[in-house]
């Protein structure tokens, strides 16, 4: 099995509201990431996890707020947020975070901010 | 980790015919890997190369390394419309997950 599953697939929301992003692997990989991805442009990283640590933080605004709870799952919890993150969200994950491991997505979740 | 740059950034060629998209980055690597994003969809991992190898094929793919000047190419031969996808490189990532350039955005006509 060599999925990453992203629920949900679809999320509209306004800008009070407050909302979560799901993400899950059955790969007993350790290293989990969350991308963002606007139209025409490529992926950009914003969070990465090892060993259920946050690792990474590319100057992502609060408003974003990744959790890992567990080795197989990852969060991303929305607040506050603005029209112009409306964007795919990308969740991936490896067995490590080491040069040269292969990153698995995840199908994304299309989120729209109102 | 560092960006690659893919060139050409658009490629539209007929079904049948071989497409080849070219990456170069800007310093020494251990390794690079191609990935492919159909519209909309997540990545999908093509294929890996380390620094040791020159080449490597998998199916309609091949793959090539020249690490004195800093490039790798991609070619998918006997090309189909479901290669319709950008495609992106990955020069020397995954201590620090990866970064994608602008990629090339291929269209297989039929």
């Known amino acids: 099995d060599t999925e990453v599953t992203q629920t949900p697939k679809h999320l509209v929301m306004g800008m009070t509201n407050k909302k979560s992003l799901k993400c899950e692997q059955h790969?007993?990989?350790?290293?989990m990431y969350w991308y963002k991805q606007k139209a025409k442009k490529p992926p950009e990283l914003m969070f990465v996890?090892?060993?259920?640590?946050?690792?990474i933080n590319e100057s992502v605004p609060s408003r974003f707020s990744p959790e890992c709870p567990n080795s197989s799952l990852l969060n991303l919890h929305l607040h506050a947020l603005q029209p112009e993150d409306s964007a795919l969200y990308l969740c991936a994950s490896s067995q490590q975070l080491r040069s040269g491991n292969t990153i698995y997505f995840g199908e994304g979740s299309w989120l729209t901010v109102v | 980790s560092q960006q690659g740059e893919e060139d050409p950034q658009a490629l539209s060629i007929q079904e049948g015919e071989n497409a080849t998209m070219n990456c170069s980055y800007k310093?020494?690597?251990?390794?690079l890997q191609w990935y492919r994003q159909n519209s909309g969809r997540g990545l999908v991992h093509l294929i890996l190369i380390r620094s040791n190898e020159r080449e490597k094929h998998s199916g309609r793919l091949r793959v090539t390394l020249d690490t004195s000047k800093k490039s790798s190419s991609l070619l998918i031969t006997a090309s189909r419309a479901a290669d319709t996808a950008s495609y992106f490189c990955a020069p020397g990532g995954g201590a620090d997950g990866l970064t994608f350039g602008k990629g090339t955005h291929l269209i297989i006509q039929p």
């Open positions: 790969m007993g990989h350790r290293a």
């Open positions: 996890y090892s060993y259920e640590k946050l690792s």
């Open positions: 310093t020494s690597i251990n390794n």
